[in-house]
């Protein structure tokens, strides 16, 4: 091949190899154009609950699955949970993005955790916790305590 055309082919494969790698750059921002993120939804999330040991709490653990700030319907979200339970353990995102799981709390009293998974999502996994109380004896025990009568002898 001629000493001319070999120069073009070089100038060329330069030209289109610095345009790739300019095609490949990011802006350091911390999150890839078009990736998916998961967070807790702003408000009701389920997070910071007070319930019984091994009852199941009274509000939806709740995400909310965006891409670019707006909502992603079908978004598979896997709950986990150490020492209780979650139903569903997978569950998709609907029109408004968000899914949800109910947490049944272990038998253990103290705080305990949940969380949500998004495979490939910016913020995953999302963190929930809770503090189990032990439930009440049987017979009520709620209330003020009856005071202890002690007779004086003189």
């Known amino acids: 091949m001629p ?3 070999m120069a073009r082919i070089g100038t060329l494969a330069l030209l289109f190899g610095v345009a790739g790698a300019a095609a490949g750059c990011s802006d350091d921002s911390g999150t890839t154009p078009g990736a998916m993120a998961v967070a807790q939804t702003e408000d009701q999330s389920g997070d910071g609950q007070v319930g019984f040991v091994g009852e199941t709490l009274d ?15 079908d978004v598979e979200v896997q709950w986990l949970t150490t020492g209780g339970t979650v139903s569903p353990g997978s569950s998709l ?23 949500a998974r998004v495979v490939g999502a910016d913020g ?3 963190d929930f916790t809770a503090s189990a109380v032990m439930t009440p004896p049987p017979g009520g025990g709620g209330g003020d305590p009856e005071p202890l009568r002690i007779p004086i002898i003189r």
């Open 3 to 5: 000493t001319r055309c």
């Open 59 to 73: 509000d939806a653990l709740r995400v909310i699955v965006t891409r670019e700030g707006q909502p992603v319907e």
């Open 93 to 115: 995102t609907d029109a408004t993005g968000i899914a949800t799981s109910t947490w049944t709390l272990g038998p253990t009293p103290g705080d305990q955790t949940a969380s």
């Open 124 to 126: 995953s996994p999302v």
